[in-house]
């Protein structure tokens, strides 16, 4: 190595350490480069969730986001449109059944629009719950043959999920034109709404997957959960319909303050914040304990999946 | 400062009860049904059975070294690697590794079939923790190596197999890790594909990076790793020079070593006529040896004592490979040995294998004492000594740069002539023509 070599590599030593240097990760390039040092030791009985490690793998979830949608709609024919179909359908024959014959109110706006409204959080929470919740034991071949933190795999599945929530919200916005109900100010309360969502599935669907690798049962009872959890939310009636003495009940159910939330918002509704702030605090909660779960059966996955 | 560092590593895994790896509820939940009269009779708990894959596992390893690690099956060889490689965790211990660890394990990891070999690149490589600049900056060189640029948009489920693993193994070899892991698990691959392994490591360890190499193959880890690491039972029994090392399991699993005496004559091969003493694998220089270099020659020396006169006896060698192979059989040509009768004592013979002769691995050599005329064979020992050939790629051997297995029994160097012999046959003939005309 010739002098002004050496003179070049101190200089940039120097550089690295004042505290103006990038606290980026050096290139994997050169041979005398140090890479990071990773410790590896048993887990403690009490285990911090390590975002620094996530945040270095985010990478990995985008991919893994884009492997689901880009396979999905590669293999079906008509792709995208599915995203649409699902709740488009629900929504005609809840219509039919509920709107039309049964005659359930809906709040002042027209029975099928109210039903769409709530099919569009709900076709989003019941497949990124469902896809989430098998996603480990579909991937138990990256499992067992590298490393990364594990949650980015029902992360993965939940977020590709918004890609079909986009599109089916597309059709939201049409249905809102069709029936001239204008938007409002309070749309602006509808990023936030999601986010819960997607925070509640990720919490639920984390918790299905971990126990979906030691307990296969959770394939055969999350449809049956879910159908459940459909009936028990105010998907296809309002909350209104629900006796007073019994409101307190239907809170419990973190879905419900968020489906309202999306009906408040989009038509223009009152906002039982009450109700929200219940849900927010339930799924954090939820989300906090999913975390939790999650990392104590994290390291058994790859002996037992 | 090492690049590994292993310290009292323990893997322990819970057997029995479960039949299955992974539980049903109802199977968790009768458990627990049946535990709560047990928690009530304070705690009388059977413990459960438990196996230590590996246990008090301790080692270091400096940046560039490469390392081979040999062990029967079942010895906790892939759970040391997948310990290593953050699969699962230890039980207890402590590893410190410096750098990104890459496993040549992983080749074709999450590849789908639905997606093209481009997409395939990108998700592949960042399953394999390359960033996605890395992969962009590397993708044409990947592409080239794999030789599937027409193919590049195409599903890799229309892939012919060799294109798949080639794809597979592009994105693999263009990582550039700091610690590279190499499991034998790999040799299910084609010749030129294990050979496209083997090139890898070596430039992997050529930029001062560590390589870990596991494999059964032997002479493979002589060849390529400077140290290797034995274990069994999931400890390490063994760590020093491969061929020191490879000796000794080999010895373990032969039962043969470089040398051997019999002190009990009731105990040593032989007849009323005669009785082997000892048997040795020497150097020129006359040292014992249990590896030697494929260029020198080596001496196989047995000592054995005539007990009645009368009898001509011809001393010969038995070579096997590691396979069990006869590789050939050698006896002392001398006329006088063939025909003069032997008087009684003590004699000692040695048979010189030039070097350059042998073909790498272990040799295992059968020993024998024979009468031609009537044909009596005194002793015959099998799997008297074992040696080792080995072919170290910095030699002028005839392996050259080439760092793959080379069949045969044998290797001899042999006397080549290449000579020009005129124009190619097509050129003459129209010369002939021209002349013709």
């Known amino acids: 190595m010739s002098a002004i070599d050496v003179g070049k590599r101190g200089h940039q030593t120097s550089a690295d350490e004042s505290p103006a240097g990038k606290p980026e990760r050096p290139l994997p390039e050169g041979p005398l480069q140090e890479g990071p040092l990773v410790v590896i030791e048993p887990s403690k009985s009490w285990v911090p969730l390590d975002l620094r490690d996530i945040w270095t793998y985010r990478e990995l979830l985008y991919f893994l986001v884009w492997r689901d949608v880009k396979v999905r709609y590669k293999q079906t024919l008509l792709g995208a449109t599915w995203a649409i179909i699902q709740p488009l359908f629900a929504m005609l024959i809840f219509t039919l059944f509920f709107g039309r014959l049964a005659g359930i109110k809906s709040d002042g706006v027209p029975y099928a629009l109210f039903a769409y409204a709530g099919l569009l959080p709900w076709t989003f929470f019941s497949n990124a719950i469902t896809n989430s919740g098998n996603s480990l034991v579909g ?144 799924t954090l909660v939820a989300l906090a304990y999913s975390l939790f779960t999650f990392k104590r059966m994290e390291r058994k996955f790859a002996d037992i999946i | 400062m090492g690049s590994i560092v292993v310290e009292n590593l323990g893997k322990q895994y819970r057997i029995g009860e479960h039949q299955t790896p992974y539980g049903t509820l109802r199977e968790s939940l009768v458990r627990t049904l049946h535990a709560v009269p047990r928690l ?63 496993s040549l394990l992983e080749v074709g990891t999450g590849f789908h079939a639905e997606l093209t070999g481009r997409e395939n690149i990108f998700l592949n490589g960042s399953i394999m923790g ?166 020198k020659p080596v001496g196989i020396e047995m000592e054995y004592e005539v007990l009645q006169p009368g009898h001509a006896m011809v001393p010969n060698y038995h070579f096997f490979n590691e396979e069990g192979i006869y590789a050939f059989i050698s006896g002392d040509p001398d006329p006088l040995c063939q025909r003069t009768p032997r008087a009684v004592g003590r004699y000692k013979s040695t048979a010189w294998i030039p070097g350059n002769f042998l073909s790498e691995g272990t040799m295992i050599v059968g020993v024998a004492l024979s009468t031609l005329d009537p044909a009596v064979v005194h002793f015959y020992e099998r799997d008297a000594v074992a040696f080792q050939v080995i072919d170290s790629l910095d030699g002028d051997s005839l392996r050259g740069d080439y760092a793959g297995a080379i069949p045969g029994v044998v290797r001899p160097l042999l006397k080549w002539t290449t000579q020009f012999a005129g124009e190619a046959e097509e050129n003459v003939v129209t010369a002939l023509e021209v002349q013709n005309s």
């Open chain 2, 40 to 102: 009530v009779r304070r705690r009388s708990q059977v413990p459960r059975r438990s196996i230590w894959a590996l246990k008090e596992v301790g080692f270091e390893v400096k940046p560039g070294e490469v390392i081979g690690i040999i062990g029967r099956n079942g010895a906790g060889k892939s759970t040391l690697l997948k310990v290593l490689s953050r699969i699962t965790e230890p039980t207890e211990g402590r590893i410190e590794l410096r750098g990104r660890v890459a």
């Open chain 2, 130 to 295: 390359m960033r996605r600049e890395e992969i962009e900056r590397k993708f044409d060189e990947i592409v080239a190596f794999a030789e599937v640029s027409k193919f590049l948009d195409t599903a890799v489920k229309h892939y012919s197999s060799g294109m798949y693993v080639r794809l597979a193994f592009a994105v693999a070899a263009h990582l550039e890790p700091e610690i590279l892991i190499v499991d034998e698990v790999l040799a299910v691959g084609d010749a030129s594909f294990q050979r496209k392994c083997l090139d890898k490591m070596q430039e992997v360890s050529q930029h001062g990076r560590t390589v870990l190499f596991v494999s059964h193959n032997m002479p493979a880890i002589t060849r390529l790793c400077g140290r290797t690491i034995l274990l069994d039972e999931g400890k390490v029994i063994s760590d020093g020079p491969s061929h020191h090392v490879v000796g000794m399991y080999l010895k373990s699993g032969l039962g043969t070593s470089a040398s051997r005496e019999w002190t009990d004559p009731a105990r040593a091969p032989g007849n009323h006529l005669a009785r082997l003493l000892a048997v040795r694998v020497r150097t020129e220089e006359n040292e014992t040896t249990d590896a030697v270099d494929i260029r």
């Open chain 1, 139 to 282: 991937s138990a071949n990256l499992i067992t043959k590298v490393y990364f933190p594990r949650i980015v795999i029902p992360a993965a599945a939940v977020m590709a999920g918004l890609v079909d929530f986009f599109f089916a919200f597309l059709t939201l916005i049409a249905l809102m034109f069709y029936y001239r109900v204008p938007p409002s100010i309070s749309l602006l309360a509808l990023p936030g709404l999601v986010l819960l969502t997607a925070a509640l599935a990720l919490a639920v669907g984390m918790w299905m997957s971990a126990l979906n690798v030691k307990y296969r049962d959770i394939r055969y009872a999350l449809p049956f959960l879910i159908q459940l959890w459909m009936f028990a939310s105010p998907i296809i009636y309002p909350s209104s319909l629900v006796p007073a003495k019994w409101r307190w009940l239907m809170s419990l159910n973190p879905l419900s303050g968020i489906v309202e939330g999306y009906r408040a918002s989009l038509f223009n509704l009152p906002l039982d914040w009450r109700a929200l702030g219940v849900s927010a605090l339930l």
